[in-house]
């Protein structure tokens, strides 16, 4: 259902730096925002990654698995959140209604 992509720091891709999950179509993106050390919906920034050709050497798409994987690595142990909770970030594009 959702693309997933591990981000690397380098070209040399030695071990993920980030991971980006994707819904295409309508558009959605979550990543892990170090900053904030929270997942986040943020598709401006994710389409601007991954279609820049510039970093093309940078990520690698992977499965769900793999992503899972990632995501503990990159958080410190903060699980990748279920299909269900994306889907559920994407419908309200990161924002719910008060009392939601």
Known sequence: MYSYYAIFATDERLEPAGLIVMDAGPGHALLWDHRLRAWAYNPDLAVGFLDDYRNDERQERVDRAAAERIARDITGGEE????????????????PPQGD
């Open 80 to 95: 990748l959140p279920d299909e269900e909770t994306i889907g559920w970030v994407f419908r309200w594009r990161g924002r």
